[in-house]
T-cell receptor
Framework: AQSVAQPEDQVNVAEGNPLTVKCTYS??????LFWYVQYPNRGLQFLLK??????LVKGSYGFEAEFNKSQTSFHLKKPSALVSDSALYFC?????????????FGGGTRLMVKP | DAGVIQSPRHEVTEMGQEVTLRCKPI?????LFWYRQTMMRGLELLIY????????DSGMPEDRFSAKMPNASFSTLKIQPSEPRDSAVYFC?????????????FGPGTRLLVL
């Protein structure tokens, strides 16, 4: 069975500093990996995904994530955090193609960016 | 496209009453998902459909919950009778299998409070 772990419930970072939100996964095949962001009182918004190819994936709002197969990780990063990045972030995994489009989500990490 | 549409956005009801949540997926999408989000349990997949057919309902909490998709542009999630522990935010999402963009797109959610 596939699973996703986000080991940190909350990440605090000062505005302008780099940020990392961690995600590790467990699947038996080739994973499709996703990051979603949820702002207060809103639905989840797609941020970026890894399907195949370059291990460094660039997404919306200056975010990027690096797929590391040996460490089974897909950490979300941004070089310089903004206060407006404060939100709830979800990592998700799907077991390759033809896997029914079903995603398994992590528990979420709350990112707090302080001025 | 207007994105995934959910109604109502907010619902307050009394224990024992029937509650019906509605979802209109993005036109052309062939997968539809119902999720529930609570502080205690995070984001849970309740059920998902492919081409209007329920594929996996193992996440449905109990027989009080039922979901239907009578056509490609409409789905309902019904709770009868409702209980206070059903209070949560319910999200609908849709996606397109096999397309270049195999991302799930989420609606804004329905915030349900059962008194």
């Amino acid at each position: 069975a596939q699973s996703v772990a986000q080991p940190e419930d909350q990440v605090n970072v000062a505005e302008g500093n780099p940020l990392t939100v961690k995600c590790t996964y467990s699947v038996s095949g080739n994973p499709y990996l996703f990051w979603y962001v949820q702002y207060p009182n809103r639905g989840l918004q797609f941020l970026l995904k890894y399907i195949t190819g370059d291990n460094l994936v660039k997404g919306s709002y200056g975010f990027e994530a690096e797929f590391n197969k040996s460490q089974t990780s897909f950490h979300l990063k941004k070089p310089s955090a903004l206060v407006s990045d404060s939100a709830l972030y979800f990592c998700a995994v799907r077991l390759g193609h033809n896997a029914g489009n079903m995603l398994t989500f992590g528990g979420g990490t709350r990112l707090m960016v302080k001025p | 496209d207007a994105g995934v549409i959910q109604s109502p956005r907010h619902e307050v009801t009394e224990m024992g009453q029937e509650v019906t949540l509605r979802c209109k997926p993005i036109s052309g999408h062939d997968y539809l998902f119902w999720y529930r989000q609570t502080m205690m349990r995070g984001l849970e997949l309740l059920i998902y459909f492919n081409n209007n057919v329920p594929i996996d309902d193992s996440g449905m909490p109990e027989d009080r919950f039922s979901a239907k998709m009578p056509n490609a542009s409409f789905s309902t999630l019904k709770i009868q009778p409702s209980e206070p522990r059903d209070s949560a935010v319910y999200f609908c999402a849709s996606s397109l299998e096999g397309g270049v963009d195999e991302t799930q797109y989420f609606g804004p959610g329905t915030r349900l409070l059962v008194l």
